[in-house]
């Protein structure tokens, strides 16, 4: 549970009042804002997918399921939400390999043995919110980057110089400092370089997102981080980011607004796993029934390391569980993509991908504007800006691709036209 | 056998002496090749999604000399967004033949007849020979041949399932009502699935998740390319009776009448 990990850090460059009121923050709950309310300029929309997915998560008890329901659920055909649910229980640790020989099956027959390639690229890194466990935190003390328009296009070109062809835009979740028009303009430049581009930003209204469609954009990622309110509550303690039901909504409104696809996850590590995986799960399951014609993907992130605080750590959620919880994603969820990030190991990587993985990142760089020093190895003393998280697969795109070939894979830079 | 020579399958005016065409659910050089030497496959279906990439991963690169390409219109969720990509295929310089498959679904992946129809009468009117992949429905399908398609794609069990042809009685009510060639397309994931279809009068089979998936892809190429050539004799030699119940006795039950 997240409260095992110590998150607290207090930055040398902190003013006094700063620290004051990030201890607040931290140890007064009464000082934070109601974390279920919505703040002025958040579109509410009418919507009964979070009481779907709230209500089999509050009810989901997996200790109550057997190796009997494990058995069961991977003899069904068709794998029912009770079946899922089995699959994510302890009971079905010890069922793990079969599980990998079920989902790779699904896997086969939906995606065949392709694996696609992309990489992030996140622009800025300047955030408004406090959230305890991540790098960009308001409190945390890092070089801070913006990337103007002819660095972007600069970063970009070098990118698609090694031969990507998709890319996912990044920023911090600032506003004021990364407003729409910016990443809007990003966008646009993106699809001179790249055949997809997709956002991991913060959440913005409907008609915001069409704006970002119409600039190119066509997938949205939000990792609701965890679907626990009350552990959300003690992780996100400032800024628009704290408002849980806000994110949770975003990925059905930016559907509204003509995207493609869009993406789920939690963080795994921040609160209960099991419960976590099974409704981010549900999320996508229950938004596909209402938007059939969406691309769904899920990720599965687990907490990394940041900077000024190496202990941070996934906890409970081990490689074993990790597998675990992937496996029980594709055979409940065959059709949809799964990512899974630099965050995991080479030897991870290697391995998802040939059960339940459809998309990994190559050529990695969690900080600002240092590809071209990292893809060029050309020195240069423009000012970088300081990383998401610590990352743990640094494989390039060459490496990448030759790795996936040899593994019999068939790497895939693009399957998709903007229409 | 000559009767087999000179039993061609013809599509817009174009013939092919081959009934097997290869899907584009999963691709690899390995597939294509073998869909090729082993399957016999002339027409060849091109997902122009994945042919909107950069060079070394193109898949135009992979197909051979002589095959005609069949470029799909996957990924489009309208009859607009079909149109749209049928246009840019050709602009590719991939000929005039487009299958229209139409989705607006992404769990089952099954057509959109409705939007289907839009869009085979907008890219028929507009010279191209069309093929829609579609629900097997008889009304649609004459609808179809109404607004200009080259020959008419029945899905037989949802797409990349394997599970041979749920859709049978369907597919034989457009085999005997429809005067274009009816091909079965998707989820044939068995040699003797195709035959059967085969044997039923379909005039072509579409396959791509049976041999990208199989152990040994040129056996099982052969093996489609044998079951489609015995399905098609079968079909063409007509086929015998069928006992649905029990045997038939051959003292026959009305033998005491005299008069």
């Given at each position: 549970m997240a409260e095992n990990n110590s998150f607290f850090v207090d930055g040398k460059n902190l003013s006094k009042e700063a620290l004051e009121r990030k201890h607040k923050l931290e140890n007064d709950p009464?000082?934070?804002?109601?974390?279920?309310e919505y703040m002025p300029g958040m579109e509410v929309i009418e919507s009964d997918i979070c009481d779907k997915v709230m209500s089999q998560m509050d009810s989901y008890?997996?200790?109550?399921?057997t190796a009997v329901d494990v058995r069961n659920a991977l003899n069904h055909e068709r794998c029912t939400i009770e079946d899922f649910k089995a699959l994510l229980s302890p009971a079905a640790e010890s069922f793990l390999e079969e599980m990998a020989v079920k989902a790779r099956m699904e896997t086969s027959k939906h995606f065949g043995n392709t694996v696609y390639l992309f990489t992030p690229l996140y622009i800025a890194n300047y955030c408004e919110n406090y959230c305890v466990y991540c790098g960009f935190n308001c409190y945390n003390d890092i070089n801070r980057l913006k990337l103007n328009l002819d660095e972007i296009d600069r970063e970009m070109s070098v990118i698609a110089k090694s031969g990507m062809e998709e890319i996912l835009i990044l920023t911090g979740e600032s506003r004021a400092m990364s407003d729409v028009t910016y990443i809007g303009e990003a966008c646009k430049l993106a699809r001179k370089y790249f055949r997809m581009v997709g956002l991991e930003i913060y959440p913005v209204n409907t008609e915001e997102y069409k704006y970002l469609h119409e600039c190119g954009a066509d997938y949205v990622t939000v990792f609701q981080e965890t679907y626990d309110t009350d552990t959300y509550e003690k992780l996100h303690l400032l800024g628009h980011k704290r408002v849980w039901p806000y994110r949770f909504n975003a990925q059905e409104r930016a559907l509204k607004a003509g995207m493609r696809g869009v993406a789920f996850s939690a963080l795994l590590g921040l609160s209960d796993f099991r419960k976590d995986a099974l409704a981010t799960a549900l999320h996508a399951y229950y938004l596909q029934r209402k938007y059939p014609q969406a691309e769904m993907s899920l990720s599965c992130p687990r907490l990394r390391p940041i900077i000024n605080n190496d202990k941070i750590n996934p906890l409970d959620v081990h490689e074993r569980q990790l597998c675990q919880v992937l496996c029980a994603y594709r055979i409940f969820l065959p059709y949809v993509g799964i990512t899974v990030s630099s965050r995991e190991s080479k030897s991870f990587r290697d391995g998802i991908v040939k059960i339940a993985a459809t998309k990994i990142s190559a050529g990695v760089s969690t900080g600002i504007g240092d590809h071209e020093s990292k893809y060029t190895g050309k020195e240069d003393n423009k000012k970088q800006g300081d990383e998401q998280f610590v990352i743990n697969d640094e494989r390039s795109l060459d490496t990448m691709y030759d790795d996936m070939q040899q593994a019999g894979l068939q790497p895939v830079l693009n399957d998709y036209l903007y229409v | 056998m000559d009767i087999l020579n000179d039993d061609k399958l013809i599509i817009g005016g174009h013939e092919f002496q081959s009934r097997f065409i290869l899907g584009s659910g999963k691709y690899s050089l390995k597939l294509i090749e073998a869909a090729v030497k082993y399957a016999g496959a002339e027409l060849i279906t091109l997902a122009v999604r994945r042919a909107n990439?950069?060079?070394?991963?193109?898949?135009l690169d992979y197909i051979p000399k002589g095959i005609t390409l069949l470029p799909n219109t996957s990924g489009a969720r309208n009859a607009k967004e079909a149109v749209r990509i049928a246009k840019l295929a050709r602009e590719l310089g991939c000929g005039n033949f487009v299958k229209v498959e139409i989705m607006?679904?992404?769990?089952?992946?099954?057509?959109d007849n409705y939007e289907t129809i839009k869009a085979t009468e907008e890219l028929a009117k507009d010279g191209f020979v069309v093929m829609p992949y579609m629900y097997p429905d008889l009304n649609v399908a004459r609808e179809l041949v109404n607004v200009g398609a080259a020959a008419v794609m029945p899905l037989a069990s949802p797409i990349g399932s394997n599970r041979g042809l749920a859709t049978k009685e369907f597919i034989q009510i457009l085999i005997d009502e429809i005067d274009l060639p009816i091909i079965v397309d998707a989820g044939i994931g068995k040699p003797s699935q195709a035959c059967e279809a085969m044997e039923m009068g379909a005039a072509a089979i579409m396959a791509n998740t049976a041999l990208a998936t199989a152990g040994d892809l040129p056996l099982m190429a052969s093996a489609f390319n044998d079951a489609i050539i015995a399905g098609r004799k079968a079909y063409l030699s007509g086929t015998g009776r069928v006992l649905t119940r029990g045997a038939s006795s051959s003292d026959p039950l009305t033998g005491f009448l005299h008069d």
């Open positions: 009464s000082s934070r804002t109601n974390h279920m008890d997996y200790t109550k399921y | 990439t950069k060079e070394e991963e193109n898949i607006k679904d992404t769990k089952y992946l099954l057509p």
